[in-house]
Each structure stands twice: as C-alpha cells, then as structure tokens.
C-alpha cells in the first residue's frame, strides 16, 4: 500500500520587500509632513514679517505668506518628483521583458 502524502499549505514568510515598502512609506509620508510643517511656518513667518515692516491689515499680510506658502510647496513637490523619477531610472529589473 502507498501512503497518500497530503499537500502541505506553502508557508507564510515574511516578504523583504513588505516590510521595505511599508519602511519607504512610513519615511517619505513623515518626510511629507515636515516639509509641508516647514512651508506653512515659512509662510507664517513672512506674514508677519510684513505686518511688522509695513503695517498693512490682515489681509495684505495673509496675501504674501500664502503665495511663499504655494512657492515652497510646488519647490518641494517638483524635487520630490524628480527625485522619484531618477530612482525610478536606477531600479534593476527582476523579470525579463517578454519576447
């Protein structure tokens, strides 16, 4: 008599690349959040700055903060952005192309 083997579930393992992906995630969403923390000080700051230099009314100071707000925040995004890309254009590629 053969003894009929049963088929074994293939075992759970941590995958590498999981956890690396939910690192990256975790890292660039914090990273995210400082430098948009950092535009809106920035903005902050010349909103001040210019009611103090000029004595304008709340309005004309909240006008310029919010336009270095919007500059900083299209600059960081673009370096961000072109940073991608570049790693992007590095990535080895695992799988070959079908023929």
């Known amino acids: 008599m053969r003894k009929i083997k049963?088929?074994?579930?293939?075992?759970?393992?941590?995958?590498?690349?999981?956890?690396?992906?939910?690192?990256h995630v975790l890292v660039t969403t914090v990273c995210q959040q400082r430098n948009d923390f950092f535009s809106v000080l920035a903005g902050v700051f010349l909103g001040l700055l210019v009611s103090q230099l000029f004595a304008l009314s709340l309005p004309l100071?909240?006008?310029?903060?919010?336009?270095?707000f919007l500059v900083?925040?299209?600059?960081?995004?673009?370096?961000q952005y072109t940073q991608w890309r570049d790693t992007i254009g590095q990535l080895k590629v695992l799988f070959p192309k079908d023929a």
């Open 6 to 23: 049963a088929e074994q579930p293939p075992q759970r393992q941590h995958s590498v690349s999981l956890i690396s992906t939910v690192y």
């Open 61 to 68: 100071c909240f006008i310029p903060g919010v336009g270095l």
């Open 72 to 79: 900083i925040l299209v600059a960081q995004l673009r370096y």
